[in-house]
């Protein structure tokens, strides 16, 4: 239960960025016992792969912050968040761990599907939310947004490591989150729809 609510976490953080979950697994399983790779995942921690990583966390810091650069980003990590939500759920083990089930260890697999239908998820609602924060705020709010996001992504990330039943509470503020946000984008879409009939 603890390694799934810990993959889920993690997917979800990479549906905010891609790389701060994957920063955070590499980091934690080189210096803590808080994370321990499974066969194949090794390569995670290795120091040449986090400079990588750290390198493109920061592109995405600054990219992420400017308002339109925004949205082609998004764009591009259309495909980059989903596989980083992928890997870091299969990294943590709880793929194989998931109920406890021998299906589950037989079919990793299934693992990363979670992971990647997870941050996908997450990922499509904030590339859905940031042109509407960025419309609302003639793009004031397109670095205070990303500064929230990229926390929320550490936050979450360092939660489903240390205290994975907090990310149920995480889960359900995403939820309400999503509501929020299609409920917002649906009433900007019904004003501009009753100004193109007058």
């Given at each position: 239960?603890?390694?799934?609510?810990?993959?889920?976490?993690?997917?979800?953080?990479?549906?905010?960025n891609?790389?701060?979950?994957?920063?955070?697994?590499?980091?934690?399983?080189?210096?803590?016992?808080?994370?321990?790779?499974?066969?194949?995942?090794?390569?995670?921690?290795h120091?040449?792969?986090?400079?990588?990583?750290?390198?493109?966390?920061?592109?995405?810091?600054?990219?992420?912050?400017?308002?339109?650069?925004?949205?082609?980003?998004?764009?591009i990590?259309?495909?980059v968040?989903?596989?980083?939500?992928?890997?870091?759920?299969?990294?943590?083990?709880?793929?194989?761990?998931?109920?406890s089930?021998?299906?589950?260890?037989?079919n990793?697999?299934?693992?990363?599907v979670?992971?990647?239908?997870?941050?996908?998820?997450?990922?499509?609602l904030?590339?859905?939310?940031?042109?509407?924060?960025?419309?609302?705020?003639?793009?004031?709010?397109?670095?205070?947004?990303?500064?929230?996001?990229?926390?929320?992504?550490?936050?979450?990330?360092?939660?489903?490591?240390?205290?994975?039943?907090?990310?149920?509470?995480?889960?359900?503020?995403?939820?309400?989150?999503?509501?929020?946000?299609?409920?917002k984008?649906?009433?900007?879409?019904?004003?501009?729809?009753?100004?193109?009939?007058?």
């Amino acid at each position: 239960m603890f390694a799934t609510l810990t993959g889920l976490g993690l997917s979800t953080a990479a549906g905010l960025n891609a790389y701060i979950p994957l920063l955070v697994v590499g980091v934690l399983a080189n210096f803590t016992d808080a994370v321990k790779l499974p066969d194949g995942y090794a390569w995670l921690s290795h120091w040449g792969v986090l400079a990588v990583i750290a390198v493109l966390l920061a592109a995405e810091f600054v990219l992420d912050k400017i308002p339109a650069v925004d949205t082609v980003n998004d764009l591009i990590q259309t495909a980059v968040r989903p596989a980083s939500g992928g890997v870091v759920f299969s990294a943590t083990a709880a793929a194989a761990e998931l109920d406890s089930s021998t299906w589950m260890a037989e079919n990793p697999w299934l693992g990363w599907v979670l992971g990647v239908v997870m941050a996908l998820a997450v990922h499509l609602l904030k590339t859905t939310a940031r042109p509407v924060v960025n419309a609302t705020t003639a793009g004031a709010g397109a670095p205070v947004a990303s500064v929230a996001e990229d926390g929320g992504a550490l936050g979450l990330s360092l939660v489903a490591v240390f205290a994975p039943v907090l990310v149920i509470v995480a889960l359900i503020l995403l939820a309400v989150l999503a509501w929020w946000v299609i409920k917002k984008v649906r009433r900007r879409r019904a004003r501009r729809r009753a100004g193109l009939d007058r």
